[in-house]
């Protein structure tokens, strides 16, 4: 019945294209919806005094200056990883987010190169995630990443895949690791199993920068999108991560000052954002790197800032896939926020794992 029902949308859009219609389909906006729970370090701005790591200066200076690129070069500012440039319709390197509904068949993923794991919970199988309810047009990122995000709001669940692909041939789903969150828990992994997305092991829903947020913030007053945002760094440190966020790392880089992975960078909270010529939504995000910051999650070749990759969900939302555009949101939106404008919060040796933590 699903494939019938498909069908006559792509009918009904060809059709009205053939008659000179405008055939962009209408914005389809989810109901907002705040993972994990309200005391989750996710959802905690930064206090006012909050302290900065000592060696800051000397890890923002190899944030800016280890890529030998021009001034808008990938090390320079923080690119919107997932969206697309000005007059672009296809993105990469984003991550897809599906809602579940409940006529979505609950399938089984087969984990095939890292285990995959439950948040909260030991013993279970780490070969597969169990009840992943994909819908059935539900498709990966299309980079090399292929990040996906099911979420279902009435159960509190989310799954998260890397490396996920789609058997058209046998209808069977496999990712290469992945994990369930409890989005009713505190948002990281307290106990340590096995079962990530993301290098650092940090939930990508809850820290994905969405359409809904930004329209929200603009909508309700604040101005600001309510939780940590997460990002990636061009080879991350070796041998260390900082908790609570992170459990993990796939830095590889023994840099002196390379930044660890699950580090917050903090935006200069004295900086004025309203007068830096970014738009409206641009303002929105440039203030929730300063009341929230943004956790560096994963080795991602550049400086980045991971948002929800509507094109990619166009065969399950058409509606969707101009959401960042409305917004006038694109990936190179944040230029005037140079990566020297940043700065790195300090972290507690109980916060600090491994040999290399500085």
């Known amino acids: 019945m699903k494939r019938i029902v498909w069908a006559l949308v792509v009918v009904a859009a060809l059709a009205a294209a053939a008659c000179g219609h405008d055939a962009q389909p209408r914005a389809v906006w989810r109901p907002y919806f705040q993972p994990f729970a ?41 690119r919107l990883a997932g969206a697309t440039g000005p007059g672009e ?31 909260g919970t030991r013993g279970e199988d780490t070969r597969v995630l169990f009840g992943v309810p994909i819908p059935g047009a539900a498709r990966p990122d299309p980079s090399s990443d292929a990040h996906m995000v ?8 989310s799954w998260e895949m890397f490396g996920a692909q ?20 505190p948002g990281y992994d307290a106990i340590g199993e096995p079962g990530t997305a993301v290098g650092a092991g940090v939930p990508l829903f809850g820290t994905l920068l969405t359409p809904e947020d930004v329209r929200r913030a603009l909508h309700d007053g604040t101005g600001v999108v309510p939780h940590v945002l997460s990002g990636g760094y061009d080879s991350p440190r070796t041998k260390c991560f900082i908790g609570p966020l992170a459990k993990a790392t796939d830095g590889d880089d023994g840099r002196m000052w390379a930044i660890p992975e699950g580090a917050i960078l903090q935006l200069d909270p004295t900086i004025d954002v309203d007068h830096l010529g970014l738009s409206p939504a641009g303002r929105v995000i440039a203030r929730t790197l300063q009341q929230y910051g943004l956790v560096i999650r994963d080795d ?20 969707r896939a101009h959401l960042w555009d409305t917004l006038g949101v694109h990936k190179d939106s944040l230029q005037v926020l140079q990566g020297n404008l940043f700065r790195v919060v300090a972290w507690s040796p109980s916060q600090a794992h491994g040999s290399n933590c500085l």
């Open 166 to 185: 789609y058997s058209l041939g046998t209808g069977h789903w496999k990712t290469q690791g992945g994990i369930r969150w409890n989005l009713g828990g």
């Open 300 to 319: 991602a070749g550049a400086f980045t800032i991971d948002v929800e990759n509507v094109s990619a969900e166009a065969t399950v939302y058409p509606g």
């Open 89 to 119: 319709s296809f993105s990469d390197f984003g991550a897809p987010i599906y809602l579940a509904a409940a006529a979505d068949k609950a399938r089984i993923v087969t984990c095939t190169r890292f285990p995959c794991g439950v948040e």
């Open 38 to 78: 309200p005391n989750s370090p996710l959802r905690t701005p930064l206090p006012q005094n909050v302290r900065i790591h000592r060696h800051s200066q000397e890890m923002i200076a190899d944030l800016y200056g280890h890529c030998r690129q021009p001034r808008l070069g990938a090390c320079k500012f923080p």
């Open 150 to 157: 099911v979420y279902d709001p009435t159960k509190k669940l």
